[in-house]
C-alpha cells in the first residue's frame, strides 16, 4: 500500500538566505528508476498541492534517472511523455541512466553493454527485449533489438533532457557540481556523474545545489546541497522538495 509523508523543513543554517524566484513555486523530483507506481503517488500529492495552494507559476522539475532498475521504464517515459497537470510545466534534466542509453542508441553501440550491466536489463525487460539473447549475439543485434523495441518518441524525449535549471538561489542538477569550478563553467560530465567530490564538500557552491544520483537513506539537508535520490528501485521511497521563496517542503512516495 501506498503512502506519503509531507512536512516543511527547518532550514539548516547556510551562508546566506536561500530563496526561490519571487511568485513562482518549484517541485524538484528524485530518481524515479522505473517505479511508476511511486511516481504515480508523488505526483497526486503534488497535483493535490497544487490545487489547494492556487499559485499561479508552479514548475515540476526531474532530476533525471527516470528509466532502468526498477520495473516499469516503459510506463514511467510514458507517463511523462503525455503528462500535462494543470497549473503547472514540466522540465527534464538528463541523468547519467539516460545519458549511456541515449549515446548508445545515437551512435555509441558499445556504451549498450555496460548499460545493461548497471540496470538497462530492466528497461530492455519492459520494452519485451529478450537482452540475455541479443547480447549472446553481439551488440549490433542488441542495439537493433532495442531501436526496434523502442519508440523513436521515447529516445528523442529522454535526447532532449537539460544539463541544468537554475530557480533562484537554486542550482537543479542530476549528480552535483566539480567544488572550486564556477557554476557556468561546470562540464556536463560532472553535471551527471560526479559523486565522492561533491558529497564529501562543505564549500558553498555560488548557488544551493538540488541533485540526485547518490542514493541516501533519507533527504539529504544541507546548507550548500540538498539530496533527494532515497533509492526508490531498492527502498521502495520515492522523494521531492518544494521550493518557493526561502521556504522547503519535502514530500515522499513510500510502499
Known amino acids: 500500500?501506498?503512502?506519503?509523508?509531507?512536512?516543511?523543513?527547518?532550514?539548516?543554517?547556510?551562508?546566506?538566505?536561500?530563496?526561490?524566484?519571487?511568485?513562482?513555486?518549484?517541485?524538484?523530483?528524485?530518481?524515479?528508476?522505473?517505479?511508476?507506481?511511486l511516481l504515480e503517488?508523488?505526483?497526486?500529492?503534488?497535483?493535490?498541492?497544487?490545487?489547494?495552494?492556487?499559485?499561479?507559476?508552479?514548475?515540476?522539475?526531474?532530476?533525471?534517472?527516470?528509466?532502468?532498475?526498477?520495473?516499469?521504464?516503459?510506463?514511467?517515459?510514458?507517463?511523462?511523455?503525455d503528462y500535462r497537470p494543470a497549473n503547472a510545466s514540466c522540465h527534464f534534466i538528463m541523468g547519467n541512466h539516460e545519458e549511456v542509453l541515449v549515446r548508445g542508441l545515437r551512435g555509441e553501440p558499445t556504451q549498450l553493454d555496460g548499460w545493461l550491466r548497471h540496470g538497462g536489463d530492466k528497461t530492455a525487460e519492459s520494452y519485451n527485449v529478450d537482452h540475455a539473447y541479443y547480447r549472446q549475439q553481439g551488440i549490433s543485434a542488441l542495439e537493433h533489438a532495442l531501436l526496434s523495441a523502442i519508440p523513436e518518441s521515447h529516445i528523442a524525449f529522454m535526447a532532449g533532457f537539460l544539463d541544468r535549471i537554475q530557480f533562484g538561489d537554486y542550482l537543479l542538477v542530476h549528480a552535483g557540481v566539480r567544488p572550486g569550478i564556477p557554476?557556468?563553467?561546470?562540464?556536463?560530465?560532472?553535471?551527471?556523474?560526479?559523486?565522492?567530490?561533491?558529497?564529501?564538500?562543505?564549500?558553498?557552491?555560488?548557488?544551493?545545489?538540488?541533485?540526485?544520483?547518490?542514493?541516501?537513506?533519507?533527504?539529504?539537508?544541507?546548507?550548500?546541497?540538498?539530496?533527494?535520490?532515497?533509492?526508490?528501485?531498492?527502498?521502495?521511497?520515492?522523494?521531492?522538495?518544494?521550493?518557493?521563496?526561502?521556504?522547503?517542503?519535502?514530500?515522499?512516495?513510500?510502499?
Open 1 to 37: 500500500m501506498l503512502g506519503f509523508l509531507s512536512k516543511t523543513a527547518k532550514k539548516p543554517q547556510s551562508l546566506r538566505p536561500t530563496a526561490g524566484p519571487p511568485g513562482k513555486r518549484a517541485y524538484a523530483i528524485g530518481d524515479i528508476h522505473g517505479r511508476l507506481d
Open 41 to 81: 503517488n508523488l505526483l497526486s500529492q503534488i497535483e493535490t498541492d497544487i490545487s489547494e495552494s492556487g499559485a499561479s507559476s508552479n514548475h515540476i522539475i526531474f532530476l533525471g534517472d527516470l528509466i532502468d532498475r526498477g520495473p516499469s521504464s516503459r510506463g514511467v517515459i510514458e507517463k511523462l511523455l
Open 183 to 255: 557554476i557556468n563553467d561546470q562540464q556536463a560530465s560532472d553535471l551527471r556523474w560526479i559523486r565522492r567530490e561533491f558529497l564529501e564538500s562543505n564549500e558553498y557552491h555560488g548557488m544551493v545545489i538540488i541533485h540526485g544520483h547518490s542514493v541516501e537513506t533519507e533527504i539529504a539537508f544541507h546548507p550548500n546541497r540538498i539530496g533527494l535520490d532515497t533509492g526508490a528501485y531498492r527502498t521502495g521511497r520515492l522523494s521531492a522538495v518544494r521550493l518557493e521563496g526561502e521556504d522547503v517542503c519535502f514530500f515522499r512516495a513510500h510502499e
